[in-house]
T-cell receptor, first 113, second 110 residues
Framework: DAGVTQSPTHLIKTRGQQVTLRCSPK?????VSWYQQALGQGPQFIFQ???????QRGNFPDRFSGHQFPNYSSELNVNALLLGDSALYLC????????????FGSGTRLTVV | GESVGLHLPTLSVQEGDNSIINCAYS??????FIWYKQESGKGPQFIID?????DKRQGQRVTVLLNKTVKHLSLQIAATQPGDSAVYFC?????????FGSGTQLTVLP
């Protein structure tokens, strides 16, 4: 079963650097959402991509940007990293026609030092 | 913005007993609710969901109850097993995004 795959699994970056995280959605899904999960907290919605466009965004600064490719895979980019960006970044895929049925990946653990 | 909250941060139960995890939500526009289980180092795993036009839904060993009058959601796990130990999140869906609570750590005691 081709579930949601994320890469890399772990990453260490220095404050001020830029990072790109990748996500391949579950087979048959066309929508990708990104979430940030700080330690001990619930995931927070960053944004959602559908048809290669951002169609919903949470309360995150412009340093957070994304992209969706024609094969539905997606990237999350974070510029000018802050210590507070250290978190587990989760990708969730779904089918737009259904509107729910989110499947999450195992996430990328980002540590900013 | 509005958020989903949980009543208890931790819950310990004896193996074989039933577990009840509670959740309060505040967004009246939410029309879909989900319970997720998250084990250490893993992403959230779907347990059960319920739409706002229902008040109860049952799965295998799990039941979700929705009380829209008081904006309350609960997850019942029957015959709790050691493998049920994890953090449980409720989430509400509105405007194409999920809003999660802070989670309840469920510990199953032998």
């Amino acid at each position: 079963d081709a579930g949601v795959t994320q890469s890399p699994t772990h990453l260490i970056k220095t404050r001020g650097q830029q990072v790109t995280l990748r996500c391949s959605p579950k087979s048959g899904h066309d929508t990708v959402s990104w979430y940030q999960q700080a330690l001990g907290q619930g995931p927070q919605f960053i944004f959602q991509y559908y048809e290669e466009e951002e169609r919903q965004r949470g309360n995150f600064p412009d340093r957070f940007s994304g992209h969706q490719f024609p094969n539905y895979s997606s990237e999350l980019n974070v510029n000018a990293l802050l210590l507070g960006d250290s978190a587990l970044y989760l990708c969730a895929s779904s089918l737009a026609q259904v509107g729910y049925g989110y499947t999450f990946g195992s996430g990328t653990r980002l540590t900013v030092v | 913005g509005e958020s989903v909250g949980l009543h208890l941060p931790t819950l310990s139960v004896q193996e074989g007993d039933n577990s009840i995890i509670n959740c309060a939500y505040s967004n009246s526009a939410s029309d879909y609710f989900i319970w997720y289980k998250q084990e250490s180092g893993k992403g959230p795993q779907f347990i059960i969901d319920i739409r706002s036009n229902m008040d109860k839904r049952q799965g295998q060993r799990v039941t979700v109850l929705l009380n829209k009058t008081v904006k309350h959601l609960s997850l019942q796990i029957a015959a709790t097993q050691p493998g049920d130990s994890a953090v449980y999140f409720c989430a509400e869906s509105a405007a194409r995004q999920l809003t999660f609570g802070s989670g309840t750590q469920l510990t199953v005691l032998p």
